[in-house]
């Protein structure tokens, strides 16, 4: 899960404080040795954590904190606001262009995940009613043009190659192929290195010159930590990025790229891809990402989550069956299928506030989805709909077919039962209901 181990450290130090009824000078100072030492181990820049220590710092020992009847709250609300500014404050969204077509130049060192993003990029653009169009700029890496093709293919997105042509006359030719044929925008994945090189530099520089792109968009991989903010700075200096996407966050148990990016470039993080699927990448919100980091829930990625899963449709059937009270193992099953396609259940959970610090106790089984899954196929149409019809028999012949056994057959069972029981608490009397967290142990 994306930046666990710094979270679990700042957890810590915030316990600290929440364990004393007032604080003192001497308090807040401790506790923001332990958030620096934090922030150092999670590779966030050296001069980026000290100017934001001494800023955090300065607010909190004001005696409107120390004498506030919640010190340690108000301590943590202002590590959550500072936090949220240094990684830029809001949502840094697309520029697009006056005139057709709007051109986004992706670049990036080798490996950092450019041709793919590009599809992801393409694909995210493409639901919002755009044609976009994929440009093989990278004609020296082998097998890069037939790469962009595959991923091209996956998301329906056209591409647009010249073999290993002159890289300016294919940027060229492809916007004049955009205009003609009405597409919009062009987004040009460009050659990478393993290492900075002035050939690399130049090659993007003469790009850019010949086509002049709406924006320029760095992809870097944020596992690398201060190397992510260090080829950021660089590319920036010598090329002008308008603004970074980071990969792989969801690996990133640190943060120090997702932290540092920023506050050393001047340059907005604007997106973030957050797994392999060619779906997963999300519009970075600096407040939304301060939170996550600080264990204090997303309910607004969580919600959006669901709206880009889950269909008008088929809500508006699973209200019908709650408020019916015809809610049956069918519908529980497609629910659990439609959740998973939202990521893991440890991700979900930890979108959701007061969850995530009780996570270390969670143990979530994945594997208990395929097997849940198993369990309600190999029931008849009758058994599904009606499961109080189970019986000894019926259940030791469910659990034959599916691989599975009778106890695991009752777990599920009684699980589905909590289920329908919130379900009617929720649509009748509106009384909260307790119910047992799926697929854990």
Request: positive net charge; aromatic residues 4%; glycine residues 8%.
């Amino acid at each position: 899960m994306a930046f666990e181990g710094l979270t679990d450290k700042l957890q810590n130090a915030f316990r600290k404080l929440s364990s004393k009824g007032k604080l003192t000078e001497a308090d807040v100072k401790t506790a923001m040795r332990d958030v620096r030492m934090a922030l150092l181990e999670a590779d966030v820049n050296y001069k980026v954590v000290k100017d934001f220590i001494a800023k955090v710092t300065e607010r909190a020992v004001g005696s409107d904190i120390l004498d506030s009847l919640t010190p340690s709250q108000q301590v943590i609300k202002i590590v959550n606001e500072e936090l949220t500014e240094l990684m830029g404050g809001q949502n840094a969204r697309l520029t697009y262009s006056p005139t057709v077509p709007t051109i986004y130049m992706l670049c990036g060192l080798q490996g950092a995940g450019k041709t793919t993003m590009a599809g992801k990029l393409a694909l995210m653009l493409k639901k919002q009613g755009k044609r976009p169009l994929l440009v093989a700029c990278d004609i020296y890496r082998p097998a890069a043009i037939k790469q962009l093709q595959v991923v091209g293919e996956k998301v329906d997105v056209p591409v647009f190659e010249r073999g290993q042509e002159n890289v300016i006359e294919t940027a060229q030719l492809a916007i004049e192929h955009a205009r003609k044929f009405g597409f919009d925008p062009v987004i040009l994945d460009t050659a990478g290195r393993l290492h900075i090189d002035e050939n690399l530099m130049g090659e993007l520089r003469d790009v850019k010159s010949a086509v002049k792109p709406t924006e320029i968009l760095l992809v870097v991989d944020s596992m690398t930590g201060q190397d992510a903010v260090n080829v950021a700075d660089t590319f920036n200096k010598n090329l002008g990025i308008d603004g970074v996407i980071l990969t792989k966050l969801d690996g990133d148990t640190r943060g120090g790229a997702a932290i540092s990016v920023k506050a050393v470039t001047g340059k907005p993080i604007k997106f973030s891809g957050t797994g392999e699927k060619l779906t997963d990448l999300e519009p970075f919100h600096p407040d939304r990402m301060a939170s996550r980091i600080l264990g204090m829930g997303d309910v607004l990625s969580l919600i959006e989550k669901a709206q880009d899963t889950f269909d008008e449709k088929n809500a508006a059937e699973l209200e019908r069956k709650m408020r019916t009270q015809t809610f049956d193992l069918n519908d529980y099953l497609k629910q659990m299928q439609q959740m998973k396609k939202m990521g893991s259940f440890e991700d979900i959970l930890k979108m959701i506030p007061g969850i995530g610090n009780k996570l270390a106790e969670i143990k979530i089984d994945e594997k208990k989805m395929g097997r849940i899954q198993a369990i309600i196929q190999s029931m008849t149409m009758e058994e599904r709909r009606n499961p109080d019809i189970l019986g000894a028999s019926r259940k030791r012949r469910i659990a034959a077919g599916s691989g599975t056994t009778v106890q695991e057959i009752n777990l599920l069972l009684k699980q589905f039962d909590q289920s329908r029981q919130l379900m009617k608490q929720m649509m009748g009397r509106g009384k909260r209901g307790r119910m047992r967290i799926p697929f854990s142990k």
